[in-house]
């Protein structure tokens, strides 16, 4: 039986496909219309998800929906009714961004049956089952992990009007337990935060969490008042420090904040430490609020499992202080948290919670997207003119150019699924300089001095490098582990300013190609790790061999390793 999900309109516009219970393809609409964040309808990703099973939209039993528009519309009204009369600034408020204003949103949601029908040319529109947002997060999260029951917690910015759900699942059910509704939002503290240090809300909080780590403790206890949080386990805002709950997104925070913390920074203006402290700040209470709420679930459920998804929990730092100040024994942090990984979880919602099946298929990996062939590979090189080897090596060969000081993009197999490349749509360099780091952003990427970059290691190695947290691998690069203290000159192009690293455990199975490669370089180096980063320049993750070359000969990589070929720069 197949399910289609879908999730548009609103965050990342994705569609997954299932089949009896089993995740077999997620794709992200922006790979495809190369648009970051897209939120249009995932018209060329659900087409490349038919094609890539072999089937036809006739053939989807069902389609499933991120998003329960008709619920929105309720909280709306319950919300405007609370904050009024503030509330009707709402009213004049403007979308940010590609956002849609609101009527159109909910209006193009509730109608994307007739949207489907219109792409499709069929007769008539199929039947959308609409899952409630966080029951789409959970189930993303709980359906697919090893455990039988655990506590599930789910944090973003909204979804309809909720913000963090705490939930139990047990066998193929999820009870809801504890919903928590906006204003009062850790994502939207994070996003009206990240507006506030000049970058843009919902798509540059990573620049924030990575800031966090040169910021010193000046503003935590000042912090305390615009987060509390209670005995119980539960946070609120202080609303007195926010506006976007009575003016909308365009005006995250009110007069009081800024007279308390000082201006906005001028977006790309120079920084001074304030901006630093301030998101360390954020980043404390943030984790502290994570602790808290994982701390009132675990005391509910008395489960030791815990499962965790919603955009909040791509935070890494959060995640590393639960598992550390939690008594849960195990977690599953989805990696597709944000809201691509709620289209293969509202499918799986309905297949389990609906129609009652039972489990069958634990989540095993990232890499749901589409994959080309050797011959597919080649076609595109020659028609970019390229100069290219095939190599019997691959994996040796490369490593050799990376040990040399290459910048080297690395694409290979099936696309990964979520914000993460995890070795199949990878830059890599040697991490042992930390001049590559300044090397790699000067030609490639061009992030700002205060963002990491990240190591992938070899499962089999990670403890001579890495304090894992609570004895957790971290498959998907969702955690971080401290550095040890003896390896941090030894890599120090993977080592942020607070001596962590957010580490990828590479395992042999999962990813042999990949395990090779740093296999080979360790060979070389005696080191088992190497800087891994998103093969992108200023763009979504490239998807296809084109998108690749291109990238490749815009930019100033040295070498491409594509399929069983080699590009090298003369
Ligand atoms: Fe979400």
């Not at 922006?30 to 998800?49: G, L, Q, S, V």
């Not at 955009?311 to 598992?323: H, S, T």
């Not at 849960?328 to 989805?334: A, K, P, W």
Request: aromatic share 12%; proline share 5%; with cysteine.
């Amino acid at each position: 039986m197949y399910i289609l999900g879908i999730s548009s309109y609103a965050h990342e516009s994705t569609c997954s496909l299932i089949k009896d219970g089993e995740v077999r393809i997620v794709l992200e609409e922006e790979r495809f219309n190369r648009k970051k964040h897209t939120m249009e309808y995932p018209r060329y990703a659900i087409e490349k998800c038919l094609a890539m099973e072999g089937i036809t939209i006739e053939d989807v039993e069902e389609i499933t929906f991120f998003w329960k528009p008709q619920r929105e519309v309720t909280g709306n009204i319950k919300h405007v009714l609370k904050y009024f009369p503030a509330s009707l600034n709402l009213l004049k408020g403007r979308p940010q961004g590609n956002e849609l204003p609101f009527v159109k949103r909910v209006v193009s949601m509730q109608n994307v049956g007739q949207t489907i029908k219109r792409h499709f040319s069929l007769s008539q529109a199929p039947r959308v089952e609409f899952v409630e947002h966080h029951l789409a997060h959970a189930a993303s999260a709980f359906f697919v992990s090893p455990f039988e029951d655990a506590a599930i917690l789910t944090i973003d910015g909204r979804g309809e009007s909720t913000s963090t759900m705490m939930a139990v699942g047990r066998g193929n059910k999820i009870k809801k337990i504890k919903e928590i509704k906006v204003p009062h939002s850790l994502g939207h503290l994070y996003a009206g935060l990240t507006d506030y240090l000049g970058f843009m809300p919902f798509f540059d909080e990573w620049k924030v969490m990575g800031m966090s780590a040169y910021g010193k403790d000046a503003y935590v206890k000042d912090f305390e008042d615009v987060v509390k949080i209670d005995e119980s386990g539960e946070y609120r805002l202080n609303l007195k420090y926010f506006k976007f709950h009575t003016h909308g997104q365009s005006c995250w925070l009110s007069d009081a904040f800024m007279e308390k913390f000082g201006p906005k920074r001028v977006p790309n203006s120079d920084y001074d430490q304030r901006h630093f402290d301030i998101a360390f700040a954020l980043q404390a209470m943030v984790e502290r609020a994570g602790v808290a709420l994982a701390k009132k679930v675990y005391d509910i459920t008395g489960l030791p499992n815990l499962c965790m998804s919603g955009g909040v929990a791509l935070n890494c730092l959060m995640n590393k202080r639960i598992i550390e100040q939690t008594s849960f024994e195990n977690y599953f942090f989805q990696p597709i948290a944000n809201d691509a990984g709620t289209t293969f979880g509202s499918a799986l919602y309905y297949y389990h919670q609906v129609l009652d099946k039972p489990r069958q298929h634990p989540f095993k990996s990232v890499y749901l997207g589409n994959t080309f062939d050797n011959d597919e590979i080649e076609r595109v090189l020659k028609d970019k003119k390229v100069q290219y080897k095939k190599s019997d090596h691959i994996a040796k060969e490369t490593a050799r150019h990376i040990a040399d000081g290459k910048i080297v993009g690395w694409f290979q197999g099936r696309m990964e699924a979520g914000p993460r490349a995890l070795g199949n749509r990878s830059i890599t360099i040697d991490p042992r300089d930390a001049m590559m780091k300044e090397r790699l952003n000067e030609r490639v990427k061009r992030r700002e001095f205060y963002r990491p970059f990240a190591p992938s290691v070899l499962e089999e190695r990670v403890d001579d490098f890495f304090i894992r947290p609570k004895g957790n691998m971290s498959p998907y690069m969702i955690l971080i582990a401290d550095v040890r203290e003896d390896k941090k000159e030894i890599i120090p192009a993977v080592t942020h300013a607070d001596g962590t690293a957010r580490f990828h455990t590479v395992n042999k199975d999962v990813n042999p190609r990949y395990w090779e490669l740093i296999s080979e370089f360790e060979k070389i180096t005696g080191v088992p790790v190497l800087l891994n980063t998103s093969f992108n320049e200023n763009e979504p993750i490239v998807c296809t061999p084109e998108q690749a070359v291109d990238c490749f000969l815009r930019t100033e990589f040295d070498v491409l390793a594509i399929g069983d070929y080699l590009v090298v720069k003369g």
